[in-house]
């Protein structure tokens, strides 16, 4: 989870992170939802951290075009050089426009926009928008529900508390939901998406992409197109999308839902079980097994705890299946 907790301490260190917004990088974010459409009634991540899920990597519903504050009390704008914008308690739209700026949100609905240069933008309280531009940005939504738009360069986005729109643009992104109901768009490059606490909806789209879903609560995740790495837990739907997509299951109990795999294909996709090896126990035990209550699905299970469910039609072999312990996950998951 991104560590953006204190803004006002990247300020005094004089560290400054970006934002603009172009024809291209607007083109880049025309909505792609039907392409990237996961079907929960079927009932079906190469960087990940800690098994615990706190360290999770660095992280939709997508509007057809930017929706601007209608009534901000005032406009704030920058100059050439570097800019540090701070609003108040009321409506504000903010524009950096050349070089690094910091802009802050403060209260109210505001509209951030960082332009060129590397920006770090937070919007504070209050249901924001904010536009990253040219540049590897850095924003972060602070309190309510917000909107939040890399565009341009390799961003990094934390939408903060409540429920988030986060959406990356034509770099390698990594987004973050933070707490409560969000939605998280890679789009183009090879995106890190984390959804944080709460039922999260996650859409990697294109390039090679991780999505964690890690959490708890059931979370809704597409790889979209490119070779996706999924890591999934409890109760999550999950679709790898186009092209070789690897699972990763972890952390199911006997008393949880097993993870819900939609669109595996056991010619080029691969699962990958994860273990405490820790414990000093044998290595735990997999086997696949009819479910009792649907015939057109099979269950994964792990020391007869079922951890995934998978269409009977496409469901994977023993040999094909990898039991893989954490700690030795190397570069894949950090452990």
Aim: net charge negative; aromatic share 6%; glycine share 16%.
């Amino acid at each position: 989870m991104l560590m953006l907790t204190s803004l006002m301490g990247l300020m005094m260190l004089g560290s400054v992170m970006v934002v603009s917004t172009d024809e291209e990088a607007e083109e880049a974010l025309e909505d792609d939802s039907e392409d990237l459409e996961i079907d929960a009634a079927k009932a079906a991540s190469f960087d990940f951290a800690s098994e615990d899920g706190e360290d999770a990597p660095e992280a939709p519903s997508i509007l057809d075009q930017f929706t601007r504050v209608e009534t901000p009390s005032y406009v704030s704008e920058g100059t050439d050089s570097s800019d540090t914008l701070w609003g108040d308690d009321t409506d504000e739209m903010m524009n950096g426009f050349d070089d690094d700026d910091l802009l802050y949100g403060e209260g109210g609905e505001d509209d951030l926009h960082g332009e060129l240069g590397e920006d770090t933008l937070d919007g504070g309280e209050g249901d924001d928008t904010l536009h990253g531009g040219e540049g590897d940005d850095l924003l972060y939504g602070g309190t309510g529900s917000d909107d939040l738009y890399g565009h341009d360069g390799d961003d990094r986005m934390d939408g903060g508390e409540g429920d988030d729109s986060v959406n990356g643009g034509l770099g390698n992104d990594t987004l973050e939901g933070g707490s409560g109901a969000d939605a998280l768009h890679g789009r183009h490059g090879d995106d890190q998406l984390s959804g944080g606490d709460g039922e999260d909806t996650l859409f990697g789209g294109w390039g090679d992409d991780t999505l964690d879903g890690r959490d708890g609560s059931r979370d809704f995740l597409n790889g979209g197109d490119g070779e996706d790495h999924l890591r999934v837990d409890e109760g999550d739907i999950a679709s790898g999308g186009d092209g070789m997509d690897s699972f990763y299951l972890s952390g199911i109990e006997a008393d949880e839902d097993a993870a819900q795999i939609m669109d595996f294909d056991p010619v080029e996709d691969m699962l990958v079980v994860l273990y405490d090896e820790d414990t000093g126990e044998e290595d735990p035990e997999i086997a696949i097994e009819p479910d009792a209550d649907n015939a057109n699905l099979v269950n994964v299970t792990v020391d007869g705890v079922a951890v995934a469910q998978i269409n009977s039609e496409d469901a994977p072999t023993i040999d094909q299946i990898v039991l893989m312990p954490t700690q030795s996950a190397g570069p894949v998951f950090g452990g």
